[in-house]
Structures are given as structure tokens and as C-alpha cells.
């Protein structure tokens, strides 16, 4: 979905980062991996919001390409949150956009 432009951010909930996750910072590239961990593309973070979960818009949800509408995103993740460590309407998450730099598949 990053290589066809249809996921362009992702989110996090803070309390990852307060567990020794490495933050996310405007400019840091990251490489994400296919889901057999072979490197797939180099992304670039350009944007970050932290906000609270019930506070993500519609525009936020779409842009990470998962889910038709907002209600759907929010039933997703308030499901990944409950089985990664904890729930609440009112928690902070850390939403961001990124660019693609570079595909890593092989030509």
C-alpha cells in the first residue's frame, strides 16, 4: 500500500515511546519491511500529530489506507490497542505522514 501511494500514515499509541520505542521526528527515514522482513521501501516522516485517539479525523483515518471511513479505522485499531497494551477513547496517539524515498525491490 506505501509503494501504490494509498498508505501515506501510520499511528502509534505514546505509550509505546515511554517503553523505549525511538520517537518519531519530522525528517527520520525508516525502513519498512514486507512481511517476510525482507527491506521493502525507505519512508520519510513529514508530518506528526499527537492528539488523542477519539480526536483522529476522517482525512487522518483514509490516509493510512486501511479503512473506507473513520468508524471503521477506529473499530480496527481500538481493537490492535486492546491486544497491545490497553484501550482508551481518550488516549494519546502519535498519527504520522510520510513520503515514499525509495522502493527496495529488487528490478
Known amino acids: 500500500m506505501v509503494r501504490n501511494g494509498k498508505k501515506v500514515a501510520t499511528c502509534s499509541a505514546l505509550y509505546e515511546f515511554q517503553n523505549g520505542e525511538p520517537s518519531p521526528e519530522i525528517g527520520r527515514r525508516d525502513i519498512c519491511l514486507d512481511w517476510d522482513g525482507t527491506p521493502a521501501v525507505v519512508i520519510e516522516t513529514v508530518e506528526l500529530i499527537q492528539c488523542r485517539f477519539d480526536e483522529v ?37 502519535i498519527w504520522e505522514r510520510f513520503v515514499l524515498i525509495e522502493d527496495l525491490a529488487p528490478e
Open 57 to 93: 479525523t476522517e482525512d487522518m483515518a483514509l490516509a493510512e489506507g486501511e479503512d473506507d471511513n473513520l468508524e471503521g479505522w477506529r473499530a480496527g485499531h481500538r481493537g490492535y490497542f486492546e491486544r497491545n497494551g490497553g484501550f482508551s477513547p481518550d488516549m494519546q496517539i
